[in-house]
């Protein structure tokens, strides 16, 4: 009888550890699958829209990130011009992958999506390149939407900006 009563209380506590244990790993299964830990969360900045990013920097910003664009003065159809992204980062790991996408509102211009590249590693806020061409519209319209999606991971900051193209 006195021997029992220990291995009795042993096995309680044994027992209710296993349970919370089971507890955990169900709550932290539900929090993941829930969240889709392999879709970073995007989160949409708006861009300021009095400004334009013809030869001029457009920034939209939140607390965490501060995400500006750059496009040459004049982007003409069927021209190639340069794109530059500068990121800056609060106290957040910096962006893995800068894309942009541009599309024009309620029209459908194919996939005009192009990844930059870094211009400088490693630096704050980090800079970066890439060259795009624009398809020419069929209906005449010269309205484009630049679509900035900058990455870590985890997140995803997106900043629709509106510029328009000139015809040649
Ligand atoms: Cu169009």
Known sequence: MAEKTPRVHVLAVVGAAFVLAALTALAYW???TDRAPERPRIIE?????DCIPLGNWCRARDSKRDIALRLPAVVTYLREFEVEVRVRSAGET??????VTFEMAGMNMGM?????????????????IGKAMLPVCASGRTDWQAIVSAGNGQRSYRVVFGFEAAKR
């Open 30 to 32: 539900l929090a993941f």
């Open 45 to 49: 900045l708006s861009a300021p829209a």
């Open 94 to 99: 910096g962006p893995g992958e800068v894309t």
């Open 112 to 128: 005009n999506r192009i990844r930059l590249h870094p211009a400088a590693t490693g630096a704050e806020p980090s800079i970066w």
